[in-house]
C-alpha cells in the first residue's frame, strides 16, 4: 500500500480545516471596533534552541545551537472609561510573529487597536493577511487531490512546469 495514498489525504483536510478556520477568524475580526492605543514595550527577547544528535559517533555529542529573537509587544487601550493591556500582534496569526512584523512598532508610540465588542479584552494591532491560509487551502487540495489521482496530478504538474519553462 501506498503510504502517501494513506497520509495525504488526512494531511490535507486537516491543513485544509485550518486554513478555513483561520480565514474565517480574519474576516470576523475585520468587523471589530477600533480604538487608540500606546505602546508600553517593544523589545525583542533572544531565544536559544539547543539539539543534541544523539546517534553521533563523535564524542562529545554534535550539538546544534539556533539563536532567534522573538518579539515582545504591550500596548495599553482605553474603551468605554476601563484601560486594558493588549499583547497580541496579529488578528489571526498562523506562526509565531517575527521581529520584522514589530519593527516600525516603537515604545510609546500610538497604534491602531482593534478589540472585540463583546469582550474588549480581546485585541490585536495588526490585520492578518489572507494570503498565507489561501496557499494553506491550494497545499491541501493538492495533498488531496495527488492522493486520489496521482497519475493524472503528475501529468497536470508536468504540463504547469513546462508552460512555466516555456515562457
Same mark, same amino acid.
Given at each position: 500500500?501506498? %503510504?502517501?495514498?494513506?497520509?495525504?489525504?488526512?494531511?490535507? =483536510? &486537516?491543513? $485544509?480545516?485550518?486554513?478555513?478556520?483561520?480565514?474565517?477568524? +480574519?474576516?470576523?475580526?475585520?468587523?471589530?471596533?477600533?480604538?487608540?492605543?500606546?505602546?508600553?514595550?517593544?523589545?525583542?527577547?533572544?531565544?536559544?534552541?539547543?539539539?543534541?544528535?544523539?546517534?553521533?559517533?563523535?564524542?562529545?555529542?554534535?550539538?546544534?545551537?539556533?539563536?532567534?529573537?522573538?518579539?515582545?509587544?504591550?500596548?495599553?487601550?482605553? %474603551?468605554?472609561?476601563?484601560?486594558?493591556?493588549?499583547?497580541? =500582534? &496579529?488578528? $489571526?496569526?498562523?506562526?509565531?510573529?517575527?521581529?520584522?512584523? +514589530?519593527?516600525?512598532?516603537?515604545?510609546?508610540?500610538?497604534?491602531?487597536?482593534?478589540?472585540?465588542?463583546?469582550?474588549?479584552?480581546?485585541?490585536?494591532?495588526?490585520?492578518?493577511?489572507?494570503?498565507?491560509?489561501?496557499?494553506?487551502?491550494?497545499?491541501?487540495?493538492?495533498?488531496?487531490?495527488?492522493?486520489?489521482?496521482?497519475?493524472?496530478?503528475?501529468?497536470?504538474?508536468?504540463?504547469?512546469?513546462?508552460?512555466?519553462?516555456?515562457?
Amino acid at each position: 500500500m501506498d %503510504v502517501f495514498k494513506v497520509i495525504l489525504p488526512y494531511a490535507g =483536510i &486537516f491543513l $485544509a480545516i485550518i486554513s478555513i478556520l483561520n480565514l474565517i477568524k +480574519i474576516n470576523v475580526r475585520k468587523n471589530w471596533l477600533s480604538t487608540s492605543g500606546r505602546v508600553t514595550q517593544s523589545t525583542a527577547e533572544l531565544e536559544i534552541d539547543t539539539f543534541h544528535n544523539v546517534r553521533s559517533k563523535q564524542k562529545p555529542l554534535n550539538t546544534y545551537s539556533f539563536k532567534w529573537y522573538k518579539p515582545k509587544l504591550r500596548y495599553e487601550y482605553e %474603551v468605554n472609561g476601563n484601560r486594558y493591556e493588549g499583547h497580541n =500582534i &496579529f488578528s $489571526a496569526p498562523l506562526a509565531p510573529p517575527r521581529m520584522n512584523d +514589530i519593527l516600525m512598532i516603537t515604545d510609546g508610540s500610538l497604534q491602531t487597536v482593534w478589540y472585540s465588542p463583546k469582550n474588549p479584552r480581546k485585541s490585536y494591532i495588526i490585520q492578518s493577511s489572507t494570503i498565507p491560509s489561501v496557499m494553506l487551502l491550494i497545499l491541501a487540495m493538492v495533498f488531496v487531490g495527488y492522493s486520489f489521482n496521482p497519475e493524472s496530478f503528475n501529468g497536470l504538474v508536468g504540463e504547469i512546469c513546462n508552460k512555466l519553462q516555456n515562457s
